[in-house]
């Protein structure tokens, strides 16, 4: 994914994929993680179109995962 600058500033950054894994399940909506090229930080996109889900995790998403 081509990831244009300026972009990243104004997202937050993390500092490893759990942590941005770990912000995205917080959220109400899907969230995937990906590593920028810029900074070399994660950030969340809301886009999922054409990111290879795993299907452990489609099942999850479905089912509803428990809290915490
Ligand atoms: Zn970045």
Partial sequence: ?????????????YA?????ELAAREAPFTLRAYRCALCRRFHLTSRTKGMKIPRHELDALRSGQPKG
């Fill in 16 to 20: 490893t994929r759990e942590a941005a």
């Fill in 1 to 13: 994914m081509k990831t244009r600058p300026g972009i990243c500033h104004r997202k937050k950054q």
